[in-house]
Each structure stands twice: as C-alpha cells, then as structure tokens.
C-alpha cells in the first residue's frame, strides 16, 4: 500500500510541475494586440421614424457592428427631422432613434452633437434627454473626451455646436430664437483651450461639428460652409488636428485641402442629396445612404464607408501628423 501511494503522489507532482510550467510558459507569452485598439461608427442626418432608408441604414449598421469591433457611435447633427425636439420626452426620441437602432451590437454609447434642424425646437431637451436614456450621452451643446488607443495612445475628440457661430442663424426666424444667449467666441476659445492643453500621449484629435468646412455637395459655397471654414479652419491647422467629421450635406464624402486636417462628411443616415465631381480637393464622394467606421491604432486610422446594403465603397488610411 505504502508503495502504491508513492507512485501515486509521485505521479500527481510530476503532473502538476508539468501543467504549472507549461502555464508559465503561456503566461510569459506576449500576446499580440488588436490592431485597431479603437473602433466606432459616425452616422448623421438620420432622424426620420425610420423613413427615407433610416431603417435600413440602421440595419446594416447594426449588422456591421455585429461583425467587426464597436465600441461607441458618433452622431454629427440634425438628429431629429423636420423641427428637432420640443422636450425630453418627445415621441420622437422613440421613433426616430429607440425605435429603429435597436440591433444589440448599436446598444452602446452614442455620442451626438446638434445640427441645424435641432436647432428649430428645443436643443437642450437633447442634452437632458442625457438623463433619461441609458446610451444618448450629450452631457451639453458642446463637450469633449478622451479615449484609449492601447497602453501608448489616445484620441481627444472635440464635439462642438457650429450652429452659434454663423451669424445669419440669429436673424433667422426658426434658428434665431435658440441661437440668442449662445456665445460663439466662448466656445472658440474652450475650442482652443482643450486642443492646446491636449496630453503629451494624445495622438490623433478629432473635431466633430455639423457644417462641413469644405464639400462636394450643394453646399459646396453656401454661406454656412464658407462661415465654418472661416472661423475654425486656422483653429484646426494651429493645433494640428487630423480629422473633421461633419455632417450637412446629405453624402459621404472625404476631402482634403492643402493642410493637415482630413475632411469626412456622414449625413447619409436617411435622404441623399447630390455630390459633384471634379473639386481639386475631393477624395471621394458618393451620394448612397450610409455611414462610416473608424479603426483607430496609435500610429494609423483607417475608415471605412459603408452603404444601406453593406456594400464597401470606399476606404483610406491616414497617419498622425508629426
């Protein structure tokens, strides 16, 4: 018996130094890191109940997010058609957005900014709405955060309201009476405060406002996009920063003047308006409903756009300015 139970307990601590080394083996092993640590959706222009392929826009983003890494969505404006919101607790938040992005994968935190149609009604029922859903996160008319890209990076992202900062909003009978009492030149200078004051491990800063500064859509010399390019294209090249995202025209679009930002239009959420060919600064344009996906790697990002039927019309990659 004796000699039994020493094979036996000899058996078991040959066993269990062999699975403890192997387990220490595995543990010294450098597992490789995702390649994008940082990935989300940008998507605008959508509000709609559903109508004008929102819904299946929304679909195919769900099915998407379902298929690759998401870990936010960004909304650039004009959330609510035809006249935003009259409260927090307008049927139109269930319509319009509860209601139609309702795939799990699109259950995360949304990001979203105001566009001129919100500015019709009630912006600020859309920063309390804050309060009442548990993935709308717009803590105020304009906000910033900062988000991981791995152990040696990360991303500030600007999201800001261009609405007061045209001048012809506040004789406007239906933006005028929400743009009185805003302050433009306060934001501007919170604008250039947030991008100065960035951390030594900020490597990519995003802004995203609702006018684009350039397009190739019917906007292209509006007075809206000539007045936002005006007030921030210097505060955008000053403080290096890589990416506008915007939203306005109803396309997708990337463009690119003779500076350091990366232009991005999603405002194909639901209706499409035309695109035109042939800008010195146009990357591409495509007026299809639709949205885009961001992968974001301390030392690259690449997007991705993406149509209603999950076709890939486009892609690019860029890298951080030195």
């Not at 559903?50 to 870990?71: C, F, I, S, Y």
């Not at 009630?122 to 009442?132: F, K, L, M």
């Not at 506040?170 to 250039?192: F, M, R, S, T």
Request: zero cysteines; hydrophobic letters at 35%; aromatic letters at 14%.
């Amino acid at each position: 018996m004796k000699r039994r139970t020493f094979f036996k307990q000899t058996a078991f601590s040959v066993l269990s130094t062999s699975v403890l080394s192997s387990l220490s083996t595995y543990a010294n092993i450098d597992v490789p890191a995702a390649p994008y640590p940082l990935q989300f959706l940008a998507i605008g222009d959508w509000g709609r109940n559903g109508a004008d392929h929102q819904l299946h826009v929304a679909r195919q983003m769900g099915k998407w997010a379902t298929e690759h890494p998401n870990q936010f969505i960004i909304s650039t404006g004009d959330n609510f058609y035809p006249s935003g919101v009259i409260s927090e607790h307008d049927p139109l938040f269930h319509y319009s957005f509860e209601n139609v992005y309702t795939d799990f994968s699109l259950q995360w935190d949304w990001y979203p900014i105001l566009g001129n149609h919100d500015y019709k009604s009630d912006p600020d029922a859309q920063v309390r709405y804050t309060n009442i859903s548990r993935r709308w996160k717009m803590p105020a008319r304009y906000y910033s955060k900062e988000f991981s890209v791995g152990k040696e990076g990360k991303v500030l992202m600007l999201f800001i309201d261009t609405n007061p900062m045209l001048p012809e909003f506040y004789d406007n009978p239906e933006y005028g009476p929400h743009v009185k009492g805003q302050h433009p030149e306060i934001q501007l200078e919170w604008i250039n405060q947030t991008l100065a004051a960035a951390d030594k491990d900020v490597r990519w800063k995003i802004v995203v406002g609702h006018h684009p500064m350039y397009t190739a859509g019917p906007r292209t010399t509006n007075y809206d996009t000539l007045g936002i390019r005006k007030t921030l294209e210097e505060v955008l090249e000053k403080h290096k920063v890589n990416v506008y995202l915007s939203g306005h025209d109803h396309s997708l679009q990337h463009l690119k003047s003779s500076g350091v930002t990366h232009y991005f239009i999603s405002g194909a959420g639901s209706e499409v308006t035309p695109v035109k060919d042939g800008l010195p600064y146009s990357r591409f344009q495509a007026a299809d409903y639709g949205f885009m996906y961001f992968s974001v790697a301390k030392d690259k990002l690449n997007v991705k756009v993406i149509n209603h039927e999950g076709k890939l019309l486009y892609e690019t990659l860029i890298y951080p300015v030195a």
